[in-house]
């Protein structure tokens, strides 16, 4: 009943027209947590998989934010962006074969969690992407808590990351 109550109230946030803060937050949630799901339950495509293999991606603790492929002004191509086992977040695109089962060049795979929006209070948005996508990992990868280091630095505290909230670009 739970999950019927939490899909009827993203359907009802989606036909209002005027959105807070937390029902924006909502429908973000949401939208990332369909796409991560949607191909953690189905086969990636073979040349996503194997490029991800070979920049040491653990499928079974990453999860895809978002993955367009066959464009029709960009056929045999795989865009997107994918969040690792070691919670960087990576834009990648990659050209297949007509069949999508062999990249022929990777034009780019390239780490931009410095530019993802990370902060969990910002000013008229609310929750950033980068912190909806993180739990939402942990989620569905089974993640119950954060790694301790073992550093006389932070005393047994979790090893977050760190941003700088304050920044406009944010």
Request: glycine share 8%.
């Amino acid at each position: 009943m739970i999950v019927t109550k939490k899909f009827s109230d993203i359907e009802r946030i989606k036909n209002k027209r005027q959105k807070n803060v937390q029902e924006q937050n909502a429908l973000t949630e949401h939208g990332i947590r369909v796409e991560a799901s949607y191909w953690r339950s189905r086969l990636l495509p073979p040349a996503l998989y194997e490029v991800g293999m070979s920049h040491g991606v653990d499928w079974d603790k990453s999860i895809i934010i978002d993955l367009d492929m066959d464009l029709p002004w960009m056929p045999d191509m795989l865009l997107g962006t994918l969040l690792t086992q070691e919670e960087k977040f990576i834009d990648f695109e990659i050209e297949t074969d007509k069949q999508g089962q062999t990249a022929v060049t990777i034009e780019a795979w390239l780490d931009v969690t410095a530019q993802i929006n990370t902060c969990e209070h910002n000013r008229g948005i609310g929750v950033g992407m980068g912190v909806l996508a993180l739990k939402i990992r942990k989620e569905l990868c089974g993640i119950t808590e954060p790694q301790l280091a073992n550093g006389p630095d932070n005393k047994g505290k979790p090893d977050l990351i760190k941003t700088d909230c304050t920044n406009p670009a944010f």
